[in-house]
């Protein structure tokens, strides 16, 4: 059964080419949300196995979206990657991957194989 992906970010561009691609293995289905304050309702209805959050977006930041997971109780054991343009892969170590608190951070742009294993092993495939 594909594990449900929900991708947070407001560059249409990027979630479609991202979902294209995650969903080309067969092993995801990727809801896209381009607007941040919609984020928690969409999660709520979805109820997806991981979220792919960027931090840089209008109205709520990633920081600001995920905070409102933690506080929900359907929502809080979701596991959250966060992606961001603010860091590239020479400034993270292991592979590109830091830890912020409890959530995984990925340089943009988006490292596909990478994101991958990082996905398996933060939903517990790995």
Avoid: H, W, Y
């Avoid at 999660?43 to 840089?56: E, G, N, W």
């Avoid at 506080?71 to 992606?83: A, E, G, H, Y």
């Avoid at 991958?116 to 790995?126: F, K, M, N, S, Y």
Wanted: aromatic share 2%.
């Amino acid at each position: 059964m594909a594990r449900k992906i929900l991708l947070v970010d407001d560059e249409a561009g990027f979630t479609q080419l991202l979902k294209m691609n995650l969903e080309k293995s067969g092993d995801f289905e990727v809801t896209i949300e381009n607007d941040s304050m919609k984020a928690i309702t969409t999660a709520r209805s979805l109820q997806p196995d991981i979220v792919l959050l960027d931090v840089v977006m209008p109205g709520m930041d990633g920081g600001d979206v995920q905070a409102q997971f933690q506080s929900d109780s359907t929502l809080t054991n979701v596991p959250v990657i966060m992606l961001t343009a603010l860091v590239d892969s020479a400034e993270l170590s292991d592979g590109a991957v830091a830890q912020s608190g409890s959530s995984i951070v990925l340089p943009k742009p988006v490292d596909l194989p990478l994101l991958l294993r990082v996905i398996d092993e933060a939903t517990g495939e790995a």
